[in-house]
């Protein structure tokens, strides 16, 4: 990781400020020239180191680290363990994606109430969300693996039912669904390119590019922060941070890239 | 659609239990129960009325024919034209309108103008070169069309309430849902159908 943070402060905070935006080019071609502009880095790196100092520190009421956290593959494994999440835990008999996942532990472990994590997970200009970088450490830990969300157990089963049925429910003032944006090929919104994800390729290249490095915020987001932003866009009201439904939709999706290399942290417009 | 769906044997669950006891589905039950009122964004909006419900499917083929005709008949029977029997606003303001893509979501206040969201799925003017592509091109709309009066009132109807048309088409119902007026669809109209708007030059 390390050979790979040579970014200069200077280019990191350049963001899309220092970009042309140049006629005609979708936003996805852009980002592609600002990843050259990087070379081989990304700005996430920086959120993974504060995330993987974050890890090892004794923190909370109970003034632990997450050291012994189990994230699916055994306490304390990290490596690999996002590319197969979200997964049923026993301990909590329930399905969970890393984020909800993440507050288990730090409830369990640390001390931390639940209700209090769940109140500002995703960072601003002004402040920076501990959950954010502690998902930029562990899913950086799965860079270069396959895909292999389990399916086996029967609320892995219901969970990507529920996140299917979910990805095509229309409502809202406008009756959009995730699948009125998401369900055709090469389609966009404006400038910006739409994942089809209801395909397998689609959802690969989608799903293994999150949670990503945004350029036009400088910060580092989650896949609860991009569902977030999505159902925001889709004008319905706001999901609760990690609850069932949204992690019944992360589900879905990540099955759908079961095969693919994960990519991540990504980088985006 | 559907061969693109038949993914592993995971979905050998599909479409069994959509809906509990009553009359609202699971996934209705537990999304009200997992999303909340953020700002304008009421948790209301998760209602769903039958046209969404219907088109609530993966495969919008399986959509039953007749039940598709009915209700595509009886929103067409609400569509409310315009009274003057005039169809055709100010291009000029059509085309702002068209470009403004605010409102409705929760970032938006009360104020916050609805604009018609246009250009984000479809091509319209061919200055305006950031455009979506989720519907078709309405570039030269009136040349290909022509400028007649049942043109005029075509549009009109299928801006206002595009559902009245094909039931399950991603455009949303912007007469129908009161997000546009009776004034600012016509000047829609008339950036679509007026000789003069940039569209048909």
């Known amino acids: 990781m390390k050979g790979r943070l040579l970014i200069s402060a200077a280019v990191v905070s350049l963001g899309m400020a220092g970009m042309a935006w140049s006629q005609g080019n979708s936003a996805t071609a852009e980002i592609e020239k600002y990843r050259e502009m990087l070379g081989d880095g990304n700005p996430a790196e920086l959120f993974e180191m504060d995330g993987e100092a974050l890890w090892a520190t004794a923190r909370g009421p109970k003034n632990a680290s997450l050291q012994k956290c189990d994230l699916g593959l055994g306490a304390g494994v990290v490596k690999g363990a996002y590319a197969q999440m979200p997964r049923y835990f026993a301990d909590s008999d329930k399905v969970e994606d890393l984020e909800s996942r993440l507050m288990t532990c730090m409830v369990k472990l640390q001390g931390f109430d639940r209700a209090e994590l769940s109140k500002k997970p995703f960072g601003t200009a002004n402040y920076k969300s501990d959950m954010e970088a502690l998902v930029a450490y562990v899913v950086g830990q799965s860079r270069g693996m396959p895909m292999a969300v389990p399916t086996a157990h029967p609320k892995e089963k219901a969970a990507f039912e529920l996140g299917k049925q979910i990805f095509f429910y229309r409502a809202g003032p406008y009756d959009f669904s995730c ?39 400088s910060l580092f987001r989650s896949f609860q922060w991009r569902l977030n932003d999505c159902f925001r866009q889709q004008r319905f009201p706001e999901p609760t941070y990690a609850s069932e439904s949204t992690i019944a939709l992360t589900s879905y999706l990540a099955t759908m890239a079961n095969g693919a290399t994960y990519q991540g942290p990504g980088i985006k417009r | 659609m559907k061969a693109k769906l038949m993914m592993g044997g995971v979905l050998a669950l599909a479409s069994t239990c959509l809906f509990a006891a009553g009359s ?36 919008l083929d399986s959509v039953p024919q007749a ?32 470009q403004d893509g605010r409102g409705n979501t929760w970032s938006d206040t009360p104020e916050t103008p609805i604009g018609g969201n246009c250009y984000n799925c479809h091509r319209i003017s061919p200055q305006e070169i950031s455009f979506g592509t989720i519907g078709p091109s309405l570039y030269q709309y009136g040349k290909k069309k022509g400028y007649t009066e049942a043109r005029q009132k075509e549009a009109y109807g299928r801006i206002y309430n595009s559902k009245a048309f094909n039931l399950c088409a991603p455009m949303p119902r912007f007469g129908h849902v009161g997000a546009l007026t009776e004034a600012q669809i016509k000047d829609l109209v008339a950036l679509l159908l007026d000789p003069e708007s940039p569209v048909n030059k």
């Open chain 2, 67 to 98: 039940q598709q005709f009915a209700l595509e008949k009886q929103q067409r029977a609400e569509i409310k034209y315009p009274a003057d029997g005039k169809y055709l606003g100010d291009w000029k303001k059509g085309e702002i309108l068209a």
């Open chain 2, 24 to 59: 609202e589905s699971v996934v209705a039950a537990r999304l009200k129960t997992d999303f909340h009122t953020k700002g304008i964004a009421k948790v209301e909006r998760l209602d769903q009325d039958p046209v969404q419900i219907l088109c609530s499917t993966p495969d």
């Open chain 1, 179 to 217: 699948a009125t944006c998401h369900a055709m090929t090469d389609a966009r919104i404006r400038m910006q390119d739409l994942p089809d994800l209801t395909s397998p390729a689609g959802s690969q290249r989608a799903y293994t590019s999150w949670p990503a490095y945004r350029v036009s915020q």
